[in-house]
């Protein structure tokens, strides 16, 4: 009798050990999600916050959120610097992501490398990378990385005062995202084409665009984009 009463006892002692554990676990599991959670909420807002201040460029992340901590923590300190405008910075952590990254990570890494190029006004190489970003998109079926790459490379052409070359790389991008019912993609697209228009002294096809863009942007809720075209209306109706 003794003997099972030591027994049960040391059994129960273990299972206890065991759901000790399980719950340590758990709470170490918890923390980490939280802390992954965080990163991607933080790296969410800095990259809106880069959009607002750059508007036009077209940033695409796909999956890095989601990646493992050695892609996931230096696309993460690579927001940060970008947000703090030191480009350079961000390039080598998007570098080092680049390093764990696998498939279609590279789209999105292009992609910011490239905007770092291009805000930082290095356009060739900012245009090397969107093309590589381009390549990997196609390689990986990402059709919506391949309209973002797509339409940054409009952008540089623009920025370059070649707009019919501009304009051939927007509208592709328009095609793409129309195809694949990408609305903010659809609306980003029409607000770029409009812009080339209105460069181009055609402001008549630049509100048509840009109204169309405007249409879009309310229907998806985006107030910021919004409220940017609004004010490019705005402008080009005061001086047409």
């Known amino acids: 009798m003794l003997i099972t009463t030591l027994v049960r006892v040391r059994l129960q002692k273990k299972e206890e050990e065991r759901l000790k554990r399980i719950e340590k676990e758990v709470s170490q599991a918890r923390k980490e999600v939280e802390e992954v959670k965080r990163k991607v909420d933080l790296a ?3 990259i809106e916050n880069i959009e607002m201040r750059h508007s036009g460029i077209l940033i695409y992340i796909d999956g890095l959120p989601f990646a493992a901590p050695p892609v996931l923590d230096p696309f993460f300190e690579g927001t940060k610097l970008m947000a703090e405008y030191k480009w350079d910075e961000a390039i080598e952590e998007f570098k080092k992501a680049m390093k ?3 498939g279609g990570h590279f789209v999105g890494l292009y992609n910011l490398i490239g905007i770092c190029y291009y805000t930082s006004g290095r356009l060739s190489e900012a245009l090397e990378s ?3 970003s381009l390549r990997f998109a196609r390689q990986f079926k990402d059709k919506i990385g391949e309209a973002v790459a797509l339409g940054n ?3 540089i052409y623009q920025r370059k005062g ?3 070359k501009a304009l051939k790389y927007c509208e592709e991008a328009l095609k793409i995202d129309r195809e694949i ?5 659809e609306a980003q697209d029409l607000r770029n084409i409009g812009l080339i228009y209105a460069q181009k002294g055609e402001m008549e096809k630049a509100l048509a665009y840009l109204n169309q863009a405007l249409k879009i942007f309310k229907q998806i809720g985006a107030k910021s984009e919004t409220e940017i075209v ?3 209306i ?3 109706t005061a001086h047409y």
Do not use: H, M, W
């Open 234 to 236: 705005k402008s080009l």
């Open 230 to 232: 609004e004010g490019y």
């Open 162 to 164: 070649d707009l019919d």
């Open 130 to 132: 969107y093309e590589q």
């Open 100 to 102: 764990e990254a696998k």
């Open 181 to 185: 019912g990408n609305k903010k993609g």
């Open 153 to 155: 490379i409009g952008l």
């Open 44 to 46: 969410n807002k800095n």
